[in-house]
């Protein structure tokens, strides 16, 4: 880590929580995942000189908070944005897209108002708002970047929409219990 000459009056420890916030926080690393938050120091190592350059360049032990999505990882998030192509899902500090061919097995379509996407055959709704339960179908980091792209499915039994009022999850353990028949698609 690169300290300038600007900053050799503070002490060593501050000035490296500075640039380590700066150079590392909501940044995507493969490996880490996403680092929310640089939280400590645990080593600043001795300082050494670079010809042509009046910095002081240390070595840096340092604990983040980070959050690494897994493929295949169930997850709760809800719903922030709704395409006529899918669902955009706020996954803690992340969004995932839902396409809507993996919303639920059924034809979808986007109301006239574009602020839901509705099942043909089975009545489901998915409005802003929602939570919702998915599983992480793909994981698209580039290293050093402030972004990526999670992919999501509700499509497999017990993953939608949950909640008090209306919950997708809760029909399909009914079904599974077999105390409600699922609604069958018309042929």
Not at 27 to 50: F, K, N, P, T, Y
Not at 117 to 137: F, S, W
Request: a negative charge.
């Amino acid at each position: 880590m690169r300290i300038p000459p600007s900053q050799f009056g503070q002490p060593l420890e501050e000035a490296a929580m500075v640039h380590l916030r700066k150079n590392h926080e909501n940044v995507l690393d493969r490996d880490i995942g996403l680092m929310i938050a640089v939280i400590g120091i645990d080593e600043i190592g001795q300082g050494r000189l670079v010809p042509g350059d009046g910095a002081t360049y240390h070595s840096v032990t340092y604990r983040v908070l980070a959050f690494k999505p897994i493929r295949g990882e169930v997850v709760e998030g809800n719903v922030v944005e709704i395409m006529d192509f899918g669902a955009f899902i706020r996954i803690g500090p992340l969004d995932g897209l839902c396409h809507v061919s993996q919303i639920c097995d059924d034809f979808i379509t986007q109301d006239t108002k574009g602020n839901s996407l509705m099942g043909k055959e089975t009545g489901r709704i998915l409005q802003e708002g929602d939570q919702v339960r998915a599983r992480i179908t793909t994981i698209s980091f580039d290293t050093g970047s402030r972004s990526g792209k999670l992919g999501l499915t509700m499509r497999q039994p017990f993953l939608g929409k949950i909640g008090p009022d209306v919950s997708w999850v809760e029909e399909d353990v009914k079904a599974a219990r077999g105390e409600v028949e699922k609604k069958e698609k018309k042929k």
